[in-house]
């Protein structure tokens, strides 16, 4: 079995999800749809949070329980009832519980599900998300598992496991379809990882053999848009060996993305390309959605983008060139993330508005086709997988620089594209983007992702674009990129739980912070109803109270 590679369209851009969080939502999603497929049909559902985790404090205004419970409910991150999973719940007789208790937190963002079945079955489920919406699969029935949603997994729970595992992997053979054994038959768990999706039939024939067994096997389709590959072999998975990949083969930054998505993926040219470009179209359909302003946040603010655009029209900011309307844009994209619409998370939900800032505000401004932001995108996208390789996008575990400054990072390359920059001046531009926003923590306020979340992308992409024209002007940020990834993490290894997403120190703390924080927790808890998503007197307000 070959070592995980980070894919540029699992880990990195993406995915396309409801909105605010791809850590505290989108994560959690997945997480409760891989739950869910370990039973058909359920009856009662308990999530466990740590009150000093990720969660404790944050789960409401991050619509976490909502997320994990419409993945237990089947429905996949942009499903129109998405939001609604409560009342869908109810409406089946599913009764929900939230417990936030006090343990040791063994990951911030970790979460414990318990399901029984009207059988009487009992299933538990423990996941960790780990920010950008990727996830793990840690536990099932306390057995230890590492399933990353990126390949179809054969859960084999029968008394008869050895017997069971032969007659799947026999199946599996005849059609030629990879697979690995995971775990030995005598284990208490068996996992058979298949590198393929399973079509009807396959499983139909699976569960057909398999039924004198009884019904203790469980397929688990993957969750991820890429599915792993046995074997996986690339070229580079770091700055460093991409150059040195670079000094024997001439090609530009946007054609090594591609080949080393190729390489990961075993995707043609064109798949990879393709793919690419309904994420830069889901982009525009966000920044579309965003500028109009005709909606309602889901926190405490108003949209402002309409205002700032018509601000910037009647010639009322500084001439600032590309940067005032990337400023305007990122605005429009987080305003949409916060009012829980559409949106691609690149490489966060809290970071959503830094790549579509930079990329249609050049398309705008600069003589610059589809296909050119496609490539751009692909080199924001590829040293986005140096820094998954390397760090992480979690916010709970290294503060907002994981967030916001590798966004600014990702953009700062893809603008050196745009410019014309070679593939040094691009990793140069990456690096020093990532340099201004070290130590950058993470304390939005009353649970949102609006202040200083929304802003902040209007800064991280000016950052972006100072850098990148920094670098392609000849200034050199000294420190290699993958250092500065590794320093990165650093300071998040460093810095306080209270500054990484608990609400518990930065702006959360000050005085104008606790007083929205008290607002928000009545109207979460026990307020008005609002008209986003319409859960806070369904099951969620009655359950989520400890």
């Known amino acids: 079995m070959s070592r995980y590679y980070a894919s540029i369209f699992n880990d990195v851009l993406g995915p396309v999800m ?14 409760g749809r891989m739950a869910g497929m370990l039973m058909e049909d359920v009856k009662e559902i308990e999530i466990r949070f740590a009150r000093d985790g990720g969660f404790g404090e944050s789960y409401r205004g991050s619509m976490t329980d909502i997320a994990i419970v419409a993945g237990i409910l089947g429905m996949d991150l942009t499903h129109k009832d998405f939001l ?13 519980s939230i417990v936030v208790e006090d343990v040791e937190v063994i990951h911030p963002d970790l979460i414990k599900i318990s399901m029984t079945g009207r059988d009487g079955e009992k299933v538990k489920m423990e996941g960790v998300s780990l920010g950008g919406a990727i996830i793990e699969i840690i536990s099932i029935n306390d057995i230890a598992v590492s399933l990353k949603g990126s390949t179809t997994e054969i859960i084999v729970m029968a008394d008869e496991k050895p017997e069971c595992i032969d007659t799947i992997t026999e199946i599996l053979r005849n059609r030629e379809i990879p697979f690995d054994v995971i775990t030995e038959p005598e284990d208490a768990l068996a996992e058979i990882r298949v590198y393929a999706i399973l079509d009807a039939k396959v499983k139909n024939e699976i569960q057909e053999k ?6 203790r096997v469980r397929i688990l389709d993957p969750v991820m ?40 993926t075993g995707w043609s040219r064109e798949e990879v390309l393709n793919f690419a470009e309904m994420l830069l179209d889901r982009m525009g359909d966000s920044v579309a959605y965003g500028i109009k302003s005709d909606f309602q946040l889901s926190g405490f603010l108003t949209p402002k983008a309409a205002q700032l655009k018509k601000a910037y029209e009647e010639g009322k900011w500084f001439d600032t060139g590309i940067i005032a309307e990337a400023c305007i844009y990122a605005v429009a994209v987080m305003e949409c993330n916060a009012a829980l619409g559409i949106l691609v998370a690149g490489p966060t939900a809290g970071s959503c508005g830094v790549l579509p800032g930079i990329l249609f ?8 086709d589809k296909q050119d932001l496609v490539k751009a995108l692909m080199c924001a996208g590829l040293i986005g997988v140096f820094i998954a390789e390397q760090a992480t996008f979690a916010a709970e575990v290294a503060g907002c620089q994981a967030e916001n400054g590798s966004a600014s990072a990702m953009a700062a390359a893809a603008g050196v594209h ?19 926003l070290l130590g950058l923590v993470c304390d939005a306020l009353g649970e949102c992702a609006e202040i200083p979340c929304i802003s902040r992308n209007a800064a991280t992409v000016s950052n972006a674009i100072i850098s990148a024209q920094l670098a392609v002007g000849g200034f050199d940020g000294v420190v290699p990129l993958d250092e500065t990834i590794q320093a990165m993490m650093n300071c998040g290894e460093l810095m306080a739980r209270e500054l990484r997403a608990t609400m518990l120190g930065g702006l959360c703390i000050t005085p104008t912070g606790q007083r929205i924080e008290k607002e928000m927790q009545k109207k979460f808890y026990v307020g008005d109803e609002c008209d986003v998503c319409k859960s806070c007197k369904s099951e969620k307000g009655k359950k989520g109270n400890e």
């Not at 409801?18 to 997480?31: F, H, K, L, M, N």
């Not at 505000?361 to 610059?368: D, R």
């Not at 070679?422 to 990532?434: E, H, P």
């Open 84 to 96: 609604k999973s409560y009342e869908k719940a109810e409406a089946a007789g599913i009764s929900v």
């Open 418 to 436: 745009l410019l014309g920059g070679t593939a040094d001046q691009a990793l140069n531009a990456a690096s020093l983007a990532f340099q201004h």
């Open 18 to 31: 409801t909105g605010p969080s791809s850590s505290a939502t989108a994560g959690p999603g997945r997480v």
């Open 210 to 215: 398999i039924k004198d067994y009884g019904d």
């Open 225 to 264: 848009p890429v599915v792993d590959k046995p074997d996986v072999k690339v070229s580079y998975s770091t700055a460093a060996e991409l150059q040195a990949y670079l000094k024997t083969h001439d090609i530009p930054l946007w054609e090594a993305a591609v080949l080393y998505e190729q390489e990961r």
């Open 361 to 368: 505000s050049a398309y705008n401004k600069g003589n610059y």
